[in-house]
């Protein structure tokens, strides 16, 4: 940990939630913390280019990655990138590999950038009795100006799993609700932005408001966030987990395009997510041991991927492509996109060794789109 060029030079499997201890030890910040922070590390956070809750404010990944080491497909070492602030040096092949889900490259060593860390945080929860109106709620922040650390939004279907699983004590009687958290240096101006996000979503139906009042409300109400995906799991024997992001103005038409997705396929679907910046998590509920609902899954899934990229959005905020959702890249990025795309791979990795059949589609397109 550099404390002069505030940057951290970590191997790959350094596990998120210990880099961001040992930084916040020295008053620093690595904000990207993804849900698994506890689990992932970042040589996976830096192929998937993952997010997280605080990427509203801070950003991705990606944004972090000062400099890279990596091992190419022919054994050469690539070192790219440094400690220095600005570097416009020819392409920028950091940003080439943090993403590309290891199919270009072996990462063996990220240097990341750091922030101070903010003195204060400040966390709400608010409850809607329409899904709808959260949502609203949502853009309607943005389009004031504000820019909250996090905006998280949590479904009735996802409360009830999570309090099924662990109680934390959310409002089951609630449609939806939102998780927001403002962060700074100065507590009277988060309490003033704390109060006008509050009174933007009262102003958008919401019934109740609650304040954490303490670090330890607080770390209580993001849990209930953290557990989600163990929470559903238990749900059903399998789930399918999406990551579609939709600009912020679609993010009410993409909840109801989810929903009409689900009753018409007869599906469990619950939906959670970084509302703030439009990355929702539809995840259907299954058991891959049944034919007839696995193909049900299927086309409700393939129906969420159109409905995303009709609205201007995109297959994935921040889990990737892999193998799922290869057969729709080309919808998504279209054929220059997905020609260029190819033509990286060949000139990187023309062998074809690294992370082998993930991203691009196989032949038959949409269509051959399998579980």
């Not at 999570?162 to 009687?173: H, I, N, Q, R, Y």
């Not at 704390?194 to 993001?222: C, K, V, Y």
Request: net charge negative; aromatic share 4%; glycine share 10%.
């Amino acid at each position: 940990i550099d404390e002069i060029n505030h940057v951290a030079v970590v191997q790959p499997g350094v596990i998120n939630a210990d880099l961001q201890a040992a930084v916040e030890a020295r008053g620093l910040f690595y904000p990207p913390d993804p849900s698994s922070l506890r689990q992932s590390a970042i040589g996976g956070n830096v192929a998937e280019n993952a997010g997280g809750a605080r990427c509203l404010k801070y950003g991705v990944t990606g944004d972090y990655v000062q400099a890279l080491e990596v091992i190419l497909p022919d054994g050469a070492v690539l070192r790219t990138g440094g400690k220095m602030v600005k570097n416009v040096t020819g392409y920028n092949l950091r940003a080439l590999f943090t993403g590309a889900e290891g199919t270009l490259g072996t990462i063996t060593e990220i240097t990341l950038r750091l922030l101070p860390k903010p003195a204060f945080t400040r966390t709400a929860l608010a409850t809607f009795g329409n899904i709808d109106r959260a949502a609203q709620t949502v853009t309607a922040i943005m389009a004031a100006g504000l820019l909250p650390t996090s905006i998280e939004l949590l479904d009735n279907l996802t409360m009830r799993c999570v309090e099924e699983f662990s109680p934390a004590g959310l409002p089951l009687d609630a449609d939806a609700i939102l998780l927001f958290e403002v962060d700074g240096n100065h507590e009277n101006v988060l309490d003033e932005e704390l109060a006008q996000i509050a009174a933007l979503a009262r102003s958008h139906g919401a019934t109740d408001i609650r304040l954490a009042h303490s670090p330890e409300e607080s770390d209580r109400l993001w849990s209930a966030r953290r557990i989600i995906a163990p929470a559903l799991a238990r749900k059903r024997p399998h789930r399918l987990g999406e990551d579609i992001s939709v600009p912020r103005s679609a993010i009410p038409a993409m909840i109801l395009s989810i929903r009409e997705i689900a009753g018409r396929w007869n599906l469990l679907i619950p939906v959670f997510g970084h509302a703030g910046d439009g990355n929702l998590h539809p995840n259907i509920l299954c058991d891959r041991g049944d034919p007839e609902e696995m193909q049900r899954v299927r086309e409700g899934a393939r129906e969420i991927f159109e409905a995303a990229v009709g609205l201007g959005g995109t297959l994935s905020g921040e889990h990737g492509i892999g193998l799922l959702k290869k057969q729709f890249m080309e919808l998504d990025v279209g054929p220059e996109g997905l020609r260029v795309m190819r033509a990286l791979k060949s000139a990187i990795d023309p062998l074809g060794i690294m992370n082998p059949g993930k991203i691009f589609p196989d032949s038959g397109g949409i269509e051959a789109f399998r579980l």
